[in-house]
């Protein structure tokens, strides 16, 4: 019993450190019957390139987030359900090694561990966490996801008009089939359910097919890019994976930036997944069976 109440007061404690971390603009996080599993960085393969991002796996979520101030404070938080969740085992990438992915209804992307020890880690506990919930809700898994973006770099043309990119002629990404593709090939917008319900950016082949089958209300044919900017007061209204390249500085980038010449390797980037319980010593998940159930 004080085992149990120890416990209990040092989750609630780590709980509110992970809050606390993200600041004002981070969700609460402390429920209950929420129990911190683990923690650790993992490189997210992003537009341009790999970076760094801090994750926390709870017994029915997980949460990640940018890492700023040598990793005493995180931003741009986001909290994932378990249940939405679908992790695939990948095989080693050109730029990463140890990776695997992570599918979500609104966003898929890659990551990677800096072990092979790792990333068995994170992916078996993630998956125990994820059956236990969808046990404990009695729901079944989900079957929608994003697509996977292709990183900016893949493609030094619009892989629709095959027209080179160029620093006046941006990347832009189509929300149904991850394409990179031009602005003029991306005009459109249409809403998809499970990504946004906001109008999103889809490029000119994704849109006639979401015409052709009846996906598309009478505005959204007739909806473009420029009109859904006039009829938003802010462009926070509009939902856009994290990843969007919005600023004058990254639209700057010059094309032979987007191609990486190596697997990264960013040692000083990595911290050990940290698997928690009450006196602080790494355990395997079971460990912490009596507490989840």
Not at 68 to 93: A, F, M, P, T, Y
Not at 260 to 275: A, I
């Amino acid at each position: 019993m004080v085992d149990q109440l120890a416990f209990t007061q040092e989750n609630r404690e780590r709980i509110q450190a992970v809050e606390n971390s993200f600041g004002p603009s981070g969700n609460s996080l402390f429920r209950p019957d929420r129990v911190l599993i683990g923690e650790g960085r993992l490189m997210k393969l992003c537009r341009r390139r790999p970076q760094p991002k801090v994750f926390y796996l709870f017994n029915d979520i997980l949460v990640y987030g940018s890492i700023i101030l040598h990793g005493r404070w995180h931003k741009n938080q986001h909290v994932i359900s378990l249940e939405d969740i679908q992790l695939e085992d990948l095989e080693d990438g050109v730029i990463m090694e140890n990776q695997w992915l992570i599918r979500t209804p609104q966003k898929s992307f890659y990551v990677a561990a800096a072990s092979a020890e790792e990333k068995r880690a994170w992916m078996e506990h993630i998956e125990d966490c994820r059956f236990k919930q969808l046990q404990h809700a009695g729901c079944q898994p989900g079957c929608t996801f994003a697509t996977t973006w292709i990183p900016d770099w893949a493609s030094a043309i619009c892989m629709r008009c095959s027209k080179t990119f160029r620093v006046n002629k941006r990347r832009h990404h189509c929300r149904r089939c991850g394409f990179v593709v031009c602005n003029v090939c991306s005009k459109n917008r249409a809403v998809i359910c499970h990504i946004s319900t906001k109008p999103v950016r889809v490029c000119r082949l994704c849109h006639l097919s979401l015409q052709d089958h009846g996906e598309l209300t009478q505005d959204e044919v007739h909806l473009r890019g420029d009109s859904v900017w006039r009829n938003c007061s802010d462009e926070s209204d509009l939902v856009m994976p994290e990843y969007e390249a919005t600023s004058n500085d990254e639209a700057d980038v010059r094309v032979e930036h987007h191609t990486p010449s190596k697997r990264v390797e960013c040692h000083n980037s990595w911290s050990p997944y940290s698997y928690l319980k009450p006196d602080h010593r790494s355990l395997n998940l079971t460990g912490l069976s009596s507490h989840l159930t």
